[in-house]
């Protein structure tokens, strides 16, 4: 289904810590341009943002990845992506359910919620304003409202000095550190720049009503966050093989997979440039040439970027477009299954 939407180019960047460590910065930098038509494209221009931390900050264990570490990556990508699509099988039932019998009991007692509008307090009035306001949101809005407060949030804790350590380990993937799984995770959700966080919310936000139209809410942020840990899975494989062991974070894995997948389902959609209005391309063409270079640097051994995280989040976005629906689809049994637990509960 087409819908309306905002249309980005993406270009992906790494910072170096000052110290000698690799500090991997993966991001999507746009630069907004807005046309009349219904479909209209964001330029952007490359962007880098160098991040240098106060002392403190933990040296990494080693420059070589132990197989243990690559083993733990593995199963928990495996892990927790089955948890992310079973627990938006479940969150999707229930929000059905919800609505449903919200449905029902509208119908039901409508008159009498209606003749106690006049009687509702202050705060119950703002509450409903609210909630009508939330309502008021397109899908895409509504997912990303959580996913910019939880940056915002890791954000602000990166200013805090006493914390810095402990950003570091749990914020940030690094193959070779102690703790290998949850940083995959976490990390895509933490920037250091304020530039940074500013261009990949600006960027999710262009695309996200695009997709989470075509996914549903719940389908979307299983989506989004498997993507997040699959990118950080590739780029560890990648560090490993490579023996370029470097902390990494941000959300553009994730983002690539959302800008991937727009891409190829909407793959006439028409691109276009900030500064170069008059040339266009369509949305195959512009993915097309992103993997290219992200692959060439993948290659090339261009350390500068963390080409890795990208084409992976990239690569999931596409087998997700082509493959998403037969596989979304196989959940009927676990909603079965799900619903016969939930009706035998004693009411």
């Given at each position: ?20 460590q690799?500090f ?33 900050e ?35 039932y ?9 449905k ?11 003749r ?9 009035q ?9 309502d ?10 959580p ?35 949850w ?61 370029q062991?470097g ?17 190829a ?17 369509s949305a ?12 060439a ?22 087998f ?7 596989l979304?689809?196989?959940?009927l ?7 016969q ?7």
């Open positions: 289904m087409l819908v309306n939407r905002s249309l980005c180019r993406s270009w992906l960047s790494q910072v170096t810590y000052a110290n000698g690799n991997s910065c993966r991001h999507i930098v746009p630069a907004p341009r807005s046309k009349p038509p219904a479909r209209y494209v964001h330029g952007n221009s490359k962007q880098s943002s160098n991040v240098k931390p106060s002392g403190g933990p040296v990494p264990e080693s420059t070589t990845v132990p197989n243990n570490n690559l083993f733990k990556a593995v199963a928990f990508t495996g892990a927790f992506t089955v948890g992310c699509f079973t627990s938006a099988t479940i969150w999707e229930e929000n059905t359910r919800s609505l449903i019998i919200a029902a009991k509208q119908a039901q007692f409508g008159w009498w919620q209606s106690s509008l006049v009687e509702r307090s202050s705060w119950s703002l509450k409903l304003e609210i909630r009508q306001y939330w008021n949101l397109n899908t895409g809005e509504k997912v990303f409202a996913i910019c407060l939880v940056n915002l949030l890791v954000f602000g804790l990166w200013r805090v000095p006493r914390l810095r350590a402990t950003m570091i380990t749990y914020f940030t993937s690094n193959p070779a550190a102690r703790i290998v799984c940083p995959m995770f976490l990390s895509t959700f933490s920037h250091y720049s304020a530039m940074h966080i500013f261009a990949n919310m600006y960027v999710l936000h262009s695309f996200a009503n695009a997709a989470a139209s075509s996914l549903g809410k719940e389908q979307f942020l299983a989506l989004y966050m498997s993507a997040g840990v699959f990118s950080s899975l590739i780029s560890i494989l990648y560090k490993a093989g490579t023996r062991v902390m990494s974070l941000g959300a553009s894995g994730a983002i690539m997979t959302v800008l991937a997948y727009v891409c389902q909407y793959p006439d959609t028409q691109l276009s440039i900030l500064f170069l209005p008059a040339l266009t391309f195959s063409a512009g993915i097309k040439v992103i993997m290219g270079i992200d692959f640097g993948c290659v090339m051994g261009w350390k500068f970027f963390d080409h890795a995280a990208h084409l992976g989040g990239a690569i999931f976005g596409i997700w477009a082509y493959y998403g629906t037969q979304w689809a196989k959940r049994t676990l909603l079965n299954y799900y619903h637990i939930r009706e035998s509960k004693p009411k």
